[in-house]
């Protein structure tokens, strides 16, 4: 199989991986369609929130496993045909990035998902896991200071690129690919909690251990 190929068929399963609505799923086993109550996101931070934590934080393993699992498979796989290094990070991080993408344009759901956060997590968490810590360290820092899930998440985004650019100067070693995929992610992630700036602008974003009817 030529490198394109195999890139082409690792972008094909991290999509179809990260377009599982593992949130929208556990609504449906409760009887209720979670995108109408709460913030209307299928994310687990919502499920926690309307379902509780039971529900919640299982739904956050399996959306940080849907990025996980096709971006090691994507490395594994493709090393396994012989490719060059360079190839089989391209492979990685094209995987997961379409199951980041799965999550928040899946086809289950007319192509609107969730906000990536905990599938972001999970594929950083495969291919750059110090990008991954660093990225936990800020939401921790933002979460436990301000209590505002999606200002923590959007500033993980920041903690990920930072921690990867540190990691890079320190080594003397530029990996413009994996650098390029986390501060595309960033992006991504910013601008899917444009709804979340705006209440947060206003004064009305809910804050974390606050039920929302």
Same mark, same amino acid.
């Given at each position: 199989?030529? @490198? ?16 599982? @609505? ?6 449906? +086993?409760?009887?209720?369609?979670? /995108? ?7 994310? =687990? ?24 699992? @096709? &971006? ?10 012989? &490719? &060059?290094?360079?190839? $089989? ?8 990035? =379409?199951?980041?993408?799965?999550? %928040? ?23 750059? @896991?110090?990008?991954? #810590? ?5 939401? +921790? ?5 301000? /209590?505002?899930?999606?200002? =923590?998440? %959007? ?14 100067? /320190? ?7 994996? #650098?390029?995929?986390? $501060? ?25 251990? /606050?039920?929302? &009817?």
């Amino acid at each position: 199989m030529t @490198p394109t190929a195999a890139i082409l068929v690792s972008a094909l399963g991290g999509y179809l991986s990260g377009s599982l @609505p593992f949130g929208y799923w556990a609504g449906k +086993l409760k009887g209720i369609d979670i /995108r109408q109550h709460g913030s209307g996101n299928i994310g =687990a931070t919502n499920v926690i929130r309307v379902l509780g934590k039971g529900i919640g934080i299982p739904v956050f393993i399996l959306d940080a496993l849907k990025g996980w699992l @096709p &971006a090691w498979l994507a490395g594994v796989w493709v090393a396994q045909q012989g &490719a &060059a290094q360079e190839i $089989i990070s391209a492979a990685a991080v094209v995987a997961g990035l =379409a199951a980041v993408l799965g999550h %928040m344009f899946t086809f289950w759901l007319s192509f609107k998902g969730g906000k990536g956060v905990a599938t972001t997590a999970g594929v950083l968490l495969g291919i750059a @896991p110090l990008a991954m #810590l660093g990225g936990l360290i800020v939401w +921790l820092l933002f979460f436990f200071t301000t /209590r505002y899930v999606s200002l =923590a998440s %959007m500033m993980a985004g920041v903690g990920v690129v930072a921690t990867m650019a540190t990691v890079m100067g /320190r080594n003397g070693q530029w990996d413009l690919v994996m #650098l390029g995929f986390g $501060i595309l992610i960033m992006g991504l992630v910013i601008v899917r909690h444009r709804s979340n700036i705006s209440r947060l602008l206003a004064g009305t974003e809910s804050k974390a251990g /606050r039920k929302k &009817a």
